[in-house]
DNA sequence: ATACTTATTGTAGAATTTACACCATACCGT
DNA sequence: ACGGTATGGTGTAAATTCTACAATAAGTAT
């Protein structure tokens, strides 16, 4: 073989932090491998990338086959690309993270792996391959972005409570101390992006609150101002 | 040709976007490519990856065969993988940028190309391949990034004035106005790891300044403090 | 000595951030 | 219907940070 040859003898793929926010917890989104190697074991749902498709194409194909969602949030993170990162040959991996609804979707593990479900964040361990390391990279991307980019709202359905908003930033952040409750919703109101609905919360056994949405085309504005989402 | 098989008919290489500053101007070092395709053309210095070699150690090994110079700031920025980005077949790249202090270094092209040289980054412009597309990903995240790091001291000589820092800082961040030389200093100062040297500027024809050196170990201990720099 | 160039320094007003506690409103049992 | 319980909703004062702004100092060049 020659040399420019042995350099043909790799594979990429990309794999997929898929997040979601569920009981006031982050979960992620794991498939359990029905094949060698790690069979049996949890992992991030990821595939080779097919000889013509863009990277980003493949990362949304993982998504869709998997949940059937088009059109979510979908970054992408970090290559990683250790020599012996797989024990079947050169395979670098390409990660994204990605922001759903949960609830809004039917997972279909079929052409995956043997199964599939979320899992709270805080549960997770010993995942295959280099799992572990590519979660914890995305994870901190997402702590990071959420401060600096309306992000939160890709987890949350579209009509929500400003306490639930809240829980979502601070399950994410994982601050030592929580987000004071009328320093966060005086600051996310003055954003001026938050409309207020007439509904109320339904279904608790106390005084339900107002629902909230998220109004992307006002947010719009406010970057065509310069505007720096910054919480 | 079975289907697994052409999965492995891809290669991957990495690709460094070199910055420097000098004359008061962020500059990056570009090779003149020796051989088709773009023969001729300018293009950032990248090889492909081999076959039992990291990531990060080749983007480390095309710097340090270009330049001579070993553990310099490096960081991977992003992967670029459309399906014809490369006209010989399909090749991703994981882009890097690292930061180098000019003038310690000589530029050997030999092992790359017909000639590199330092390129004014106002002055770049059509690059081989989707290198532009490289560089604007790279010069965006080194943008955001010397605002909550101190990289700003990697691109420097070790003993610097408080002028040239904030003329790096003007220089990288490209605001409509330039930063407040009074706030500058106070900020940068009240931070606690610039020491001032006793030492004066030497060779202007004015006033000379004051040298400063970052003090990377004091910058640990504010870090372990969880301080962030945030400029 | 005079002109020239860059270095160095402080303050007051504005804006933002932080800390903090009580009443309101719904449902649920009884 | 009434009291208990749980979360929703709201304002202010003090501290901190940010911003705008200009005059003198210390060298070199002529």
Redesign the pocket.
Known sequence: MSEIESFFKSAFSVDNVIFGFDEGELNILLIQRGAAPYKGKWALPGDLVYPNEDLDTAAERVLEQLTGLRGVYLEQVKTFGSVNRHPLGRVITVAYFSLVKVGKHTINPASFAQSARWHKLSEVKDLAFDHNEILDSCLKRLKRKVRTAPLGFELLPPKF????LQQLYDSVLDLP?KL????F???ILSMGFLVESAE??EG???????LYSFDRVKYGQFLNEGYVF?L
């Open positions: 409570t400003l306490s639930e101390k004071d409750k009328r320093n919703r005086k600051k109320l919360q608790v056994a106390h005084r339900p609150a107002k910054d």
